[in-house]
């Protein structure tokens, strides 16, 4: 009995040792199984991800995925540095996703003091979780006031799990580049009718404007006095009139005057007297901006005499202007004036234009990186974007100056320029900021 009840316990071992090692191959077999899956999943995503870099790179993009969120030098050098354009996908659940959706397409924003410490070290901004951006395009998730979050407080860099890159701007129109900006102006042909007839149209959108409460700069206002005079004179109160017409029947000499004698010249109405009313009007003008040149010229050091002997090419530039040059505004919807006279398109010109420089005279002072040509083209695409930004201020600030210096300078094609605009709305300054102040 004690022989056989040995057997039965040496048979229970074996079976039991049995069973441990078909357990332990079994969980081997499942490792090993586990193990190839996990190698074909690697190898699938690896494939999906190269046909995701090769669709990207189709359209000249470049595709980069973290799970872990990415860096303030990773995107900087990935293409924040040539301003390129950023399609992000989002972390779900995130706080940044929750506010800015799943995919925003937005270019990147630095202020002039960030760039600079990014080109001298790229990883100089890490240590700061947000980037802020511009949003570009809307999409699906985003809160309503999406756009100016981004601008204000940024995204959180480590939020981002994937970014398609798009190809980048003008070599020459980054921050580093030394080289002048290209810009891409588009030239709009215009013919007018001619003979004076210009002024139905003219006179008509100007009256909607004045409908809508936009703002007229002086010499507008005064071109809309004049055109009312010719188009609806009855509809205008005496003193209105009188702006035009004073009480003894005498055109008015002034820049209302000017403007309704130079319609009836184009319109061909003008008798002998009138002819050279227009021409002592014309003269007025002529003289009332040379002395703004003076002005200019004495505050800048230097005569008018020393700056025609010594710069006869500028000084040539400034008088043509002297006739040529049209006040422009730059609001379109709003209802503060803002806008560039004679003396801002001097005041600028003289010191920051290479083209026009005045050599050492005005060396110290910052010039575009543009040519003459294309400096009003800037001046113009700055100011109407700065236009919501500028009648938000003076709704608040009526007799402030508005100022656009510093971290707030505006950023455009590489450049940073510093804006001045006095109560009244006169451009008094505009001036690509310095890089060695920063």
């Not at 947000?130 to 809160?143: D, H, M, R, T």
């Not at 580049?177 to 100007?206: C, Q």
Request: charged share 35%.
């Amino acid at each position: 009995m004690a022989h056989h009840k040995k057997i039965r316990i040496r048979g229970r071992s074996v079976k039991r040792k049995r069973h441990r090692k078909s357990k332990r191959a079994k969980e081997r077999m499942e490792q090993l199984n586990n193990d190839n899956t996990s190698v074909l999943l690697e190898e699938l995503q690896k494939l999906i991800d190269k046909a995701e870099q090769d669709m990207a790179a189709m359209i000249g993009a470049n595709l980069y995925k973290q799970k872990d969120g990415f860096t303030q030098e990773q995107l900087y050098t990935y293409g924040g540095r040539n301003d390129s354009v950023f399609t992000l996908a989002l972390r779900p659940g995130t706080e940044s996703y929750q506010k800015y959706g799943d995919c925003p397409t937005v270019c990147f924003v630095y202020t002039q003091v960030e760039r600079k410490a990014l080109e001298e070290n790229s990883s100089a901004l890490n240590n700061n979780p947000f980037i802020k951006a511009k949003l570009l395009v809307p999409c699906n998730g985003q809160s309503e006031n999406a756009a100016e979050l981004l601008l204000r407080e940024g995204i959180k860099t480590r939020d981002i799990e994937e970014i398609t890159v798009l190809p980048s701007r003008d070599e020459n129109n980054t921050f580093q580049s030394k080289e002048k900006r290209t810009l891409n102006v588009m030239e709009v042909p215009f013919e007018a009718y001619g003979g004076g007839r210009d002024i139905g149209w003219i006179y008509g959108f100007m009256c909607k404007k004045k409908k809508d409460g936009i703002g007229f700069m002086p010499d507008d206002e005064d071109l809309y006095t004049a055109y009312r005079f010719i188009c609806d004179k009855e509809g205008m109160s005496e003193e209105e009139r009188q702006k035009v017409i004073d009480k003894d029947g005498h055109i008015v000499m002034s820049n209302v005057g000017y403007h309704y004698l130079k319609w009836g010249e184009e319109a061909g109405f003008l008798g002998e007297k009138d002819k050279e009313l227009l021409s002592e009007l014309r003269r007025r003008k002529v003289h009332e901006r040379f002395e703004v040149l003076k002005d200019e010229l004495k505050r800048a050091g230097i005569s008018f005499n020393q700056f025609r002997g010594k710069y006869k090419e500028q000084a040539l530039f400034f008088l043509q202007r002297l006739y040529s040059f049209h006040d422009r505004s730059f609001n379109i919807l709003g209802k503060h004036p803002m806008y560039m006279d004679y003396r801002s398109f001097v005041h600028i010109y003289l010191r920051h234009v290479d083209d026009v420089n005045m050599g050492e005279q005005l060396a110290q002072k910052d010039k575009f990186q543009l040519f003459e040509r294309d400096v009003m083209h800037m001046i113009d695409h700055v100011m109407h974007e700065l236009e919501k930004d500028y009648q938000q201020f003076r709704d608040a600030n009526p007799d402030k100056k508005y100022r656009r210096t510093g971290k707030m300078a505006y950023y455009c094609l590489g450049d940073y320029y510093e804006v001045f605009v006095d109560k009244d709305g006169r451009l008094e300054s505009f001036y690509k900021a310095s890089r060695k102040d920063c």
